[in-house]
Nanobody
C-alpha cells in the first residue's frame, strides 16, 4: 500500500508563491499517474493538476497558467509550484493517483492565501 506525506503549505499573500511536495512510500510510485487535489471549506475535494507516468500534465481551468505540477520518480515525489496565488486557492491540498483514486489519503497540507 502506498502512503503519502504532503508538505510545503502555509500562509501566503495574494500574488505570492508556494511549492508543495508529496512523497510516497513504496517502490511502485513511477507506475502511477498522480494528481494534486484540494478541498476548500464546505466544498468537495477536486483535482487541480495531474501528471502521467511519462510527464504529460493537465490542469483545472482555475489554475491553468499559474500552477505547475512535476514529478521526480527517483525521489518518489510529486510537486506543485503555485504562482500568482489568489484567496480562492485557500484549501487543504493532498495528492493521490489519478484519474482513479487508488490509495488512502495522507494528512494533506493547508494553504491559506490572505493579506
Amino acid at each position: 500500500q502506498v502512503q503519502f506525506v504532503e508538505s510545503g503549505g502555509g500562509l501566503v499573500q495574494p500574488g505570492g508563491s508556494l511549492r508543495l511536495s508529496c512523497t510516497a512510500s513504496g517502490s511502485l510510485f513511477s507506475s502511477y499517474a498522480m494528481g494534486w487535489y484540494r478541498q476548500a471549506p464546505g466544498k468537495q475535494r477536486a483535482l487541480v493538476a495531474g501528471i502521467s507516468r511519462s510527464g504529460t500534465t493537465n490542469y483545472a481551468d482555475s489554475v491553468k497558467g499559474r500552477f505547475t505540477i512535476s514529478r521526480d520518480n527517483a525521489k518518489n515525489t510529486v510537486y506543485l509550484q503555485m504562482n500568482s496565488m489568489r484567496p480562492e486557492d485557500t484549501a487543504v491540498y493532498s495528492c493521490n493517483s489519478q484519474p482513479m483514486l487508488l490509495f488512502l489519503w495522507g494528512q494533506g497540507t493547508q494553504v491559506t492565501v490572505s493579506s
